[in-house]
């Protein structure tokens, strides 16, 4: 996966990558977007932020957010690091939660 993203941000690393639309005071805003390089950047830095905990490869990685950029942000850096990512979302409850934590031993 992080393959795909180095060589991509390689032939276009200005072509716009994530897009989402900021809310303010209940409205939305128009569309605010990363670009490629801005997002490995954002990668690479939180990836580095990551590897400060000296994990080791595979070591799971619980990711508990709403669906959001820096979602994608810590999923990437995951991959960045080798470590397998766990989504946890606020829509499962903590039984679920407990469970999938339980289940994946992380």
């Known amino acids: 996966v992080m393959d795909i993203l180095k060589v991509s941000t ?3 690393p200005n072509s716009d990558f994530i ?9 939305f805003l128009p ?4 670009t490629r390089g801005e ?9 580095s932020g990551l590897a400060a905990f000296n994990f080791e ?9 709403i669906n959001r950029p820096e979602w994608l942000l ?4 995951c991959y960045y690091n080798d470590f397998v990512n766990v989504p946890l979302y606020d829509t499962l ?5 407990i469970f999938i934590c339980n289940q994946t031993e992380m």
């Open 93 to 97: 409850g903590d039984e679920a939660i």
């Open 57 to 65: 490869r595979q070591t799971k990685i619980g990711l508990y957010s």
């Open 74 to 77: 810590a999923e990437y850096s």
């Open 10 to 12: 390689e032939d276009a």
């Open 31 to 34: 569309y605010v977007w990363m």
């Open 19 to 27: 897009g989402w639309r900021p809310k303010e005071n209940s409205k």
């Open 39 to 47: 997002f490995l950047e954002k990668v690479f830095h939180i990836g």
